[in-house]
């Protein structure tokens, strides 16, 4: 379980919304379950094609960098770096990765599979914007190609649970 | 030049959980030669076979993307810090 104050999940949401038609992507940190802050982190998969050649992993739209980040995420690997940095000094946990799929159900792709392989002991949060009315924001553990599920639990400002997703 | 690897938490498997470690190097290649010589397999994880940074990987001196700097020929003062992190990537 994932337990996330509504302000983050509106600013997920948000960040979904106005990177659309571009994924969005950044991480979660916090203690334990709890989702204590927000890290914005830039998109910046137009340079990191070969990355994606490389796996096989290009999409059509690929054969036009400008359009990669409408399929693919790649973060900033200077903002990361600074964020993970910033998680540590603040006494906090890295919990989470999300990125938004602008088009597509909220469900890891092959390539978020593979690239999961890496980050196998965060959570891996999907905010799909398929339906414009409706985001749906759901979270994974990827461990070994496997992905399960994990609830998320959007909590008021004074901690008690308002929505199960 | 005594410098400090700070390791990401993918990699502390290699490190005994530790999230950092100090090495004495002049440059980047040097400092992981010299973890690797500490913590056997983990120059595999950052660097081809062929000696490259892997693709998927990128390492940073204060902060700074090598790959914005001289590579792993990067020279090291000494207090630097030499980060390092898998990608994290994705999508649809």
Redesign the interface.
Known sequence: MIRLPRPHYEAIVAHAQREAPRECCGLLAGRGDLVERVYQIANRADQAADLFAERDLMPRVGADPALLPTERYFMDPEELFRALRDIEAQGLEHIANYHSHPATPARPSRTDIEFAAYWPHVYHLICSLADPERPDLRAFRIVDGQVTEVPIVVEDTSGGRVANL | MAVTV?I???LRRFTNEQ?SVQVEAGTVSEALAKLDAQFPGIRDRICEPDGRLR??V?V?VN???VRSLEGLDTPLREGDEV?I????????
Do not use: H, K, N, Y
């Open positions: 700070l990401p938490a993918p999230a693709r998927f990128s940073f902060g700074r993307d980060g992190i898998p990608a994290m990537a994705g999508g649809r």
